[in-house]
């Protein structure tokens, strides 16, 4: 996950969506602890300001993540989580929680 060098994943986005939908707190303390030292691994900056929006990714980015959510993602989820996801209502809830964390 958020990765510079490798494409942005409909995954990544699915899969923090599908737990803000059934109330895991992102913003906890230690669940921060651990997205932050996630990013020093994958040698991108800690700094969540720059992950605030679109998790720091460009419109650009997004918007051909979203020519392949089909391929990438559909064959992986059941009728239902198809239906369940909306990657623009999947941003929105994500660039929500981002916006409410303190860095």
């Given at each position: ?49 720059k992950y605030k929006r679109n998790l720091g990714r460009s419109d650009s980015e997004v918007m051909d993540m979203k020519t392949r959510i ?34």
């Amino acid at each position: 996950m958020l990765h510079k060098n490798r494409p942005l994943a409909p995954r990544d986005f699915y899969d923090i969506d599908f737990a803000l939908r059934n109330n895991f707190n992102l913003s906890d303390k230690s669940v921060i602890q651990l997205f932050q030292k996630k990013l020093q691994e994958n040698k991108a900056s800690s700094d969540l300001s720059k992950y605030k929006r679109n998790l720091g990714r460009s419109d650009s980015e997004v918007m051909d993540m979203k020519t392949r959510i089909e391929t990438e993602l559909f064959d992986v989820l059941t009728p239902e989580e198809r239906k369940n996801f909306d990657l623009d209502k999947a941003l929105s809830r994500i660039n929500q929680t981002m916006y409410s964390i303190d860095n």
